[in-house]
């Protein structure tokens, strides 16, 4: 089944006589999680609609929605990371992917590569720094949460470029770093695991952790590239937009679940099979009412998964969890060490590199914008669903409750005042 496993039903629904209460005190068929979809989807809109009369961003709004259905816990959620990984993630990934200028990535290769491995590297060691230092939390644990909370997060980083209408390379450094730390912050993740409970629980060590991110990259790329050309040869075959429309969405869905099964990165393989289609079959092998057609058809997919994925997330973040002063005190250490790591991340380190870039010289105003978007969101939240129930309390600190309150305020404090960044430096229109 590859690492991920099965799907469950995500959802159980209740009134609020606790989190397991079910309607009518009865398993939740098909038929049960179709209406929560349409009721998602509705309450999406009216969000949506909210949102715009109140100048709000729709993400945030989204988020802050499903926190007050989370109060209510009307609705149990149980977001897991296979959900995340093999369902919202492929399709979210390849629409950036088909929307990404290839040509401007492949001028700002190296500073990608420094913000995806330098920036996460550093943000995960200042995570880990202060969390022990400040919070006495286990030097071990600490290592574990720095990994976690290190990645930026494609979702939540592409959703707020489009719905800011960012464009050009600032935008391609930010969704490019979001996409391609994914393979290094699972990889980290699992080194961590071996660092906090022992290589006995079967995880990896630092030297088999570097091969395996190498193995992973490689992979990822390779398939995409395969399955990119696969299908740009297929649609050579054919005039057919809905056909077309078909064959990508089996690829976005097809590269990610074969790399994964190959031990290769999922998301990298889907946003080269996306990269691929974009730039290089489509020119030569759909018209162009079949293009427009096409990415119209993935921009509405994006938006629903989108509209989703924010409601659930906010779903998920129980109250209840933060009763408990230690972990509220690790939380609020955490969030502050993630900001102070991306700003020596971007600072620091990207500042100094991008005066040796052979590349266009970013301008100085860029490195505001990419330290303040690096935000936490799904991935984080993955990983911390992705450990076992024996293993999420560390030392009296519930780790979910961590990541989903560190994910919280990045979503809310920086997801509100980004709009105002951007037209502060005049990147809106």
Known sequence: ??????????????????????????????????????????????????????????????????????????????????????????????????????????????????????????????????????????????????????????????????????????????????????????VLFGIALSVAFGAEAGHQGWASGLVDFVRQTTVGLGVGAAGGLVVHRLMRAIDDHLVEITLSVSLAFGTFLVSDRLGGSGIVAVVVAGLLITNYGPHRTMSASSRRLMLDVWSVLAFLLNSALFLLIGMQFHPSRFTDPTTIGVTLVAAVAVLVGRALSIYGLF??????????????????????????????????????TAQRDLAGVDAVAVVFGVVMLSLLIQGLTFAPLLSRFGFTS
């Open 1 to 186: 089944m590859g690492r991920w496993g099965a799907v469950q039903l995500p959802v159980r629904l209740g009134r609020a006589r606790g989190l397991r209460t079910r309607v009518f005190n009865t398993t939740p068929t098909f038929a049960d999680f179709e209406l929560l979809a349409v009721g998602l989807l509705l309450v999406a809109a009216i969000v949506a609609i909210g949102a715009r009369h109140l100048h709000l961003p729709y993400t945030v709004a989204l988020v802050v929605a499903g926190l007050l259905f989370s109060f209510t816990r009307f609705v149990d959620v149980s977001l897991s990371r296979e959900l995340i990984f093999l369902v919202f993630l492929p399709p979210l990934v390849f629409e950036a992917g088909i929307n990404t200028d290839l040509t401007e990535l492949r001028r700002r290769w190296s500073e990608v590569t420094v913000l995806t491995i330098g920036g996460t590297l550093v943000t995960a060691a200042v995570v880990v720094a202060a969390v022990s230092l400040l919070t006495g939390l286990p030097f071990r644990y600490a290592v574990l949460l720095g990994t976690i909370l290190a990645p930026t997060d494609p979702v939540s980083v592409l959703a707020t470029m489009k719905e800011h209408r960012v464009s050009g390379g600032l935008r391609t450094l930010l969704e490019s770093e979001s996409i391609f730390n994914d393979a290094l912050g699972v």
């Open 351 to 388: 500042v100094p590199f991008r005066r040796l870039a052979r590349t266009p010289r970013a301008p100085f105003t860029w490195m505001h914008v990419l330290f303040w978007g690096g935000l936490r969101g799904s991935i984080p939240v993955a990983l911390a669903l992705g450990l076992p």
